[in-house]
């Protein structure tokens, strides 16, 4: 089993200094199998999570970054521009050339995409489409690799899953078998799945985690002005470890978010995403999809490097595709 080599490979959790047999059993008690673990869900949840003092889980979480910086796991603290340039990202292909041509190649492992619009806008569509995509070999836009839906919404369809990939020529029961599903019945669930996710994509060669959508609990459960501040804290909590595992792990984040209309807006689009600045700032790309007749609009949207622009793209029996592609 692929747990076993994590204990003993260079990954394992007594390689960090002051981490012996019995931190060990504690944090593994805890859910925390590897120094990667240690990084992705940081020193406060290491701390509440095993009852260990606030000091010696920095401590341990700065010892646990340092290794995976020297094994080149994680970015050093400085690097060149030149090394940054130099590295390149994986990118999985969303169907639709594009779409695709927008984002750059695709949607790109190290990073978060966040993906909002209307209800039937099609970002379920597309969660979909990747989660086939990313099985398919580098030739053919995809990494070799599986995909994790967390399903927040119950939109998860196997069903479509399978009508993708006949339609694109692919055998249905392998692509079905290629996708890890966990349903999410309320933000705190949501947050138990995300903190066990590190280990399950360790284990399955996953290389896509889809969250869909990763506001809608919050956006139930947290009414009104008075939790407000909760809200954006555990949503906050919540993208932060997005984010760590996205580069500790090298897979791509696909999040959707809903839209709530803004009537005091007057100019351009009354609408704006739910989830407010937190999901805005840990998003490294935005891409909001509107409707135009059939067909959609994926419009770049505060993307560091890129243009904003827009492209238009339809759904169909293949998932995302062109416009005017046959079938
Ligand atoms: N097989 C299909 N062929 C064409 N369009 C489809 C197919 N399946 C679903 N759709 C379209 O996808 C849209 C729903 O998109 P969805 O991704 O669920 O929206 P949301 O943005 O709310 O997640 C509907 O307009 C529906 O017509
Ligand atoms: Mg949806």
């Given at each position: 089993?692929?747990?076993?080599?994590?204990?003993?490979?260079?990954?394992?959790?007594?390689?960090?200094e002051g981490v012996g047999p019995?931190?060990?059993?504690?944090?593994?008690?805890?859910?925390?199998?590897?120094?990667?673990?240690?990084?992705?869900?940081?020193?406060?949840?290491?701390?509440?999570?095993?009852?260990?003092?606030?000091?010696?889980?920095?401590?341990?979480?700065?010892?646990?970054?340092?290794?995976?910086?020297?094994?080149?796991?994680?970015?050093?603290?400085?690097?060149?521009?030149?090394?940054?340039?130099?590295?390149?990202?994986?990118?999985?292909?969303?169907?639709?050339?594009?779409?695709?041509?927008?984002?750059?190649?695709?949607?790109?492992?190290?990073?978060?995409?966040?993906?909002?619009?209307?209800?039937?806008?099609?970002?379920?569509?597309?969660?979909?489409?990747?989660?086939?995509?990313?099985?398919?070999?580098?030739?053919?836009?995809?990494?070799?690799?599986?995909?994790?839906?967390i399903d927040t919404e119950n939109?998860?369809?196997?069903?479509?899953?399978?009508?993708?990939?006949?339609?694109?020529?692919?055998?249905?029961?392998?692509?079905?078998?290629?996708?890890?599903?966990?349903?999410?019945?309320?933000?705190?669930?949501?947050?138990?799945?995300?903190?066990?996710?590190?280990?399950?994509?360790?284990?399955?060669?996953?290389?896509?985690?889809?969250?869909?959508?990763?506001?809608?609990?919050?956006?139930?459960?947290?009414?009104?002005?008075?939790?407000?501040?909760?809200?954006?804290?555990?949503?906050?909590?919540?993208?932060?470890?997005?984010?760590?595992?996205?580069?500790?792990?090298?897979?791509?984040?696909?999040?959707?978010?809903?839209?709530?209309?803004?009537?005091?807006?007057?100019?351009?689009?009354?609408?704006?995403?739910?989830?407010?600045?937190?999901?805005?700032?840990?998003?490294?790309?935005?891409?909001?999809?509107?409707?135009?007749?059939?067909?959609?609009?994926?419009?770049?949207?505060?993307?560091?490097?890129?243009?904003?622009?827009?492209?238009?793209?339809?759904?169909?029996?293949?998932?995302?595709?062109?416009?005017?592609?046959?079938?």
């Open positions: 089993m692929a747990s076993e080599d994590v204990e003993t490979n260079e990954l394992s959790l007594v390689n960090v019995a931190t060990e059993k504690r944090l593994k008690q805890a859910g925390f199998r590897s120094i990667k673990d240690l990084r992705v869900r940081g020193p406060v949840d290491v701390a509440e999570a095993t009852g260990m003092e606030m000091d010696d889980s920095v401590e341990i979480c700065e010892k646990a970054r340092i290794i995976l910086e020297r094994l080149g796991i994680i970015e050093q603290s400085f690097v060149s521009a030149t090394d940054l340039y130099k590295k390149t990202r994986d990118k999985i292909t969303t169907g639709s050339g594009s779409f695709d041509d927008l984002l750059g190649g695709g949607v790109e492992t190290r990073a978060i995409t966040e993906v909002y619009g209307e209800f039937g806008t099609g970002k379920t569509q597309l969660c979909h489409t990747l989660c086939v995509m990313v099985q398919q070999d580098r030739v053919a836009g995809g990494l070799s690799g599986k995909a994790i839906y939109t998860f369809r196997p069903e479509r899953i399978a009508s993708i990939a006949q339609a694109r020529g692919l055998d249905p029961r392998q692509a079905l078998e290629k996708i890890i599903v966990a349903k999410a019945y309320n933000s705190a669930h949501q947050e138990l799945i995300i903190e066990e996710t590190g280990p399950v994509i360790e284990e399955n060669g996953v290389r896509l985690v889809i969250v869909d959508s990763a506001v809608a609990h919050y956006r139930a459960e947290f009414l009104g002005r008075a939790t407000l501040s909760e809200r954006q804290q555990r949503l906050n909590r919540f993208m932060h470890i997005l984010v760590r595992m996205s580069e500790t792990y090298e897979v791509a984040v696909l999040v959707t978010n809903q839209i709530q209309s803004s009537p005091d807006a007057v100019f351009g689009d009354p609408v704006r995403p739910t989830g407010g600045n937190v999901v805005a700032h840990t998003s490294t790309y935005r891409i909001y999809l509107k409707r135009s007749g059939k067909n959609r609009i994926a419009r770049m949207v505060d993307s560091p490097y890129h243009a904003e622009r827009e492209v238009l793209f339809t759904l169909t029996d293949r998932g995302i595709s062109d416009v005017g592609e046959t079938r």
